[in-house]
């Protein structure tokens, strides 16, 4: 595939992964986008389907290699995708991370960050930390 048409299919995952459609992303993987090539601006498009609660789309760039625990870099959109997820309350999601093997106790920001628990604790979306303790998340002593 050239890089014009690579770009031009990129963007239609992006756009297939915000619109939660499944579907149309397996159809782009198919013709052969990687699901771990981020954006222009560094965010990969499993972080987005995390940090929108996208479960099935999240589903769907791991079962096809996106690598669980890569971080995104983009404006506003920089960490892991379970500490994503986590932060938003999207249980699913990190269920479905986890289940594909995230690091319940990856910090972001290159291990400088905070934690998914972390996260999860600071919006106060207490089952989601409960997957994640049971996930083998430690709490830490560091104040969220």
């Known amino acids: ?20 459609d499944a579907s149309r992303v397996r159809a782009l993987l198919r ?9 222009w601006e560094g965010v990969t498009p499993l972080y987005e389907a ?10 769907v760039l791991l079962r096809a290699g996106a690598a669980p625990d ?17 932060c ?12 594909h093997g995230a690091d319940p106790n990856l910090r972001e920001e290159h291990g400088t960050g905070w934690s998914p628990l972390e996260w999860a ?11 994640l303790l049971a996930a083998g998340a430690v709490a830490s002593e560091r104040a969220a």
């Not at 604790?121 to 997957?131: D, I, L, M, N, P």
């Open 50 to 59: 995390s940090v929108n609660g996208r479960t099935g789309v999240a589903r």
């Open 1 to 20: 595939m050239n890089e014009r048409k690579r770009k031009k299919y990129s963007r239609r995952l992006f756009e297939a992964v915000l619109d939660g």
């Open 31 to 39: 013709a052969g986008v990687d699901p771990g090539r981020p954006d």
């Open 70 to 86: 890569a971080e995104s870099a983009g404006l506003g959109a920089e960490g892991t995708p379970l500490c994503a997820a986590a």
């Open 88 to 99: 938003w309350g999207h249980t699913a999601t990190v269920r479905e991370l986890l289940a």
């Open 121 to 131: 604790r600071a919006g106060a979306h207490s089952e989601t930390a409960a997957v």
